[in-house]
């Protein structure tokens, strides 16, 4: 197989065609010899904060020793960047041959794996290869019956922040959706909760008995100093410098050390120095990621009502008022309550559509911005473009800080286009 080959493959099975469950990720592992089996995990599931806390959690175990596996999704810029060991992607001559290898048996099912349950096998494969000593595994969606979760029990179980989302496959209220979330804890495990509201707390706490696991319940952060830099905080008597910005990253650090809590109190060595080195050397890419300060651009993966309430204390915490932004939404997102929660800060509107069958087009988007600022006083640009590049130009041309968010399927692009177009030289 070919690189591209590869790509061609993963992507004829898209999640969106399958239902949910794990008796094909099942299947399929077995016929490759059950690599989970050799592995050690921390599983994190979650609306919001997924990616952040697993990023924090890899970087900590790395600087204490440890081998490490990562697998976050979806991809920012390139495909190999789903399965890392150390930081390091994947070698596309090892992504081709494990690519071949599990498509083999893949092909050979009844029922053939979807685009995600491929892509975990290759990377629990791979992980067993390099002979990890943990595993961060960050769940695809929900958590009961997410391909991820057919690892026997995890040294630690992670729930993040829960919110309303995916709620036609999760349930309609976060009561619902946090069990389903919880369909990561097992027997034997220790359980880590980001500091959630009541009702999803309630839930959690009810399997963590159930289960009888230990449930760690993350502490509270005190924040010290912020600027587009990093910033400093306060927990358990310690003071941190965290590279990731925004309030509601210091809510995600306090999880990742409960997580730290509870492994060491699995036998686990990880320095104190571990924990500080990482937490000033993490990146996590388009989550308030400042690409530029002269002009100020910020590349954010908010997508849904939650993250814009964090995009929205962000922008309080570090930029003006009057900014620009630049948009895509997915269709099956509430678009509408995101623009509700940002409309006090945005001057202009640049709207593009993602690269996903699921996006809203930009000139639908831009009507819908159009129609909800009809009969006030606007002076600013509302308006979409078909191609990304003109989209980013415009933005910056409009003179004022941008922000761009809404999507991570765009967000890959648009990292990538602003660095040429303006950091290149």
Known sequence: MTMQEVLDYVNTYVWSTFRLGLERTEELL?????????????????????????????????????????????????????????????????????????????????????????????????????????????????????????????EVAVLTNIGLDHTDYLGDTIEKIAATKCG??????????????????????????????????????????????????????????????????????????????????????IPEEAVRKGFAKVEWPVRFEVLCKDPVFVLDGGHNPQCAEALVENIEAYLPRELTFLIGMLADKDYRRVLELLAPYGANYICITPDSPRALRGSELAEVIREEKKGGKFPGIITSFENIEDAVRAAVECGRPVVAFGSLYSAGKIRRLFREMFLSE
């Open 184 to 269: 990561i804890i097992k027997p034997g495990s220790s359980v880590v909760s980001y500091a959630s509201e009541p009702a999803a707390m309630k839930v959690i706490r009810e399997v963590c008995a159930e289960k009888g696991d230990r449930l760690y319940e993350s502490p509270s952060p005190e924040p010290l100093s912020h600027d587009l830099g990093g910033q400093r905080f306060r927990c358990g008597g310690q003071e941190y410098e965290l590279a990731l910005l925004g309030a509601h990253q210091l809510r995600n650090a306090a999880a990742v050390l409960a997580v730290v809590e509870a492994l060491r109190d699995r036998g686990y060595t």
């Open 30 to 154: 077995h016929r490759l010899g059950d690599p989970q089996k050799q592995l050690k995990f921390i599983h994190v599931a979650g609306t919001n904060g997924k990616g952040s806390i697993c990023a924090m959690t890899e970087r900590i175990l790395r600087e204490a020793g440890y081998r490490t596996g990562f697998y976050p999704s979806p991809e920012i810029e390139t495909f190999t960047e789903r399965i890392r060991v150390n930081g390091e992607y994947i070698p596309e001559a090892d992504l081709t041959r494990i690519t071949e290898i599990v498509a083999r048996e893949a092909d050979a099912m009844e029922d053939h794996p979807s685009q995600f349950e491929l892509v975990t096998a290759i990377g629990l494969v791979y992980f067993a290869e390099r002979k990890c000593d943990f595993t961060v595994l960050e769940v695809g969606m929900g958590g009961a019956l997410d391909s991820t979760n057919v690892i026997d029990a995890p």
